[in-house]
């Protein structure tokens, strides 16, 4: 009934671990569970674990022999920090396991952040342990029309992405870990305003324009200032094109 039930249940868990699979999704390893229950008590460094998944689309045959890698021949780093989830690593919410941990996971609990996967694992990772890859396939992600996020636009899910890490870096601004969301924000509003530039949604381009200078002044460094500078360039050469072809039309007379 579009009721977000997972702050719920993960109230509601009373053992050590929580692993995460969503209804459309699906394990595919009797020996996942116990894999990555004894990577965990094997690795104190780390609050979480993930591993690799197939990806199972509507054209894929169901013996997956058409299915593919989620991560792709670039396989993850052994160690995932905080720092790499702010600038933008999202594993597979079915490989995920992570601790109990009530502390770190207080702002989705509480409903001070939206609870989604991305800010379930900013929480866990926030205390400095790491998230800890496991080389192996162990359960199919699917996308499929009636999924919830796979049917969405790239646009529809960049506007996501933005509503989910503007939240999260208000939430960790005054701490220091909140510059390490400041280059991936700049990138999400920057290039959605220009998207917004080509079709005419000018209040919302300047709006995510404006954001954008804000994150790329805020996280400043000569790369930034160079990327922000030449698509800075690119936008008005395009808005003056467009503004010039506008008036040649109201001017001819017919």
């Known amino acids: 009934n579009g009721k ?3 702050p719920s249940l993960i109230y509601s868990a009373r053992g050590q671990y929580i692993a995460l699979c969503e209804g459309d999704d699906y394990w595919t390893s009797n ?5 990555q229950v004894s990577f965990l008590d094997g690795n104190s460094q780390c609050v979480m674990c993930f591993h690799d998944a197939v990806i199972l689309t509507d054209e894929a045959s169901s013996d997956g022999v058409k299915a593919n890698s989620f991560f792709g021949e670039q396989q993850p780093a052994p160690r995932v920090s905080f720092a790499d989830h702010a600038a ?3 594993p597979p ?9 009530r502390q770190s996971l207080k702002p989705v609990l509480t409903g001070e952040l939206l609870c989604f996967a991305t800010t379930i694992f900013y929480c866990i990772t926030s205390s400095g342990r790491l998230n800890g890859f496991i080389p192996e396939r162990m359960a199919a992600y699917r996308m499929h029309a009636g999924g919830i996020w796979s049917p969405l636009s790239s646009y529809e899910k960049q506007l996501m992405a933005i509503k989910v890490a503007d939240a999260v870096y208000l939430y960790f601004k005054n701490s220091e870990k909140a510059h390490f969301f400041e280059p991936r924000l700049f990138d999400l509003h920057f290039w959605i305003s220009v998207y917004q530039f080509k079709t005419g949604s000018l209040g919302q381009a300047y709006k995510n324009y404006k954001a954008s200078v804000i994150y790329v002044f805020s996280s400043i460094s000569w790369q930034r200032v160079v990327l922000f500078s030449s698509a800075h360039l690119r936008c008005l050469r395009y808005l003056a094109s467009k503004t010039l072809r506008r008036f ?3 001017s001819v007379v017919p």
């Open 93 to 101: 919410t079915c490989s995920c396991m992570f601790w109990n941990d």
């Open 248 to 250: 040649y039309k109201s």
């Open 88 to 90: 933008g690593f999202v």
């Open 4 to 6: 977000n039930v997972v």
């Open 31 to 35: 020996q996942k569970l116990q894999k």
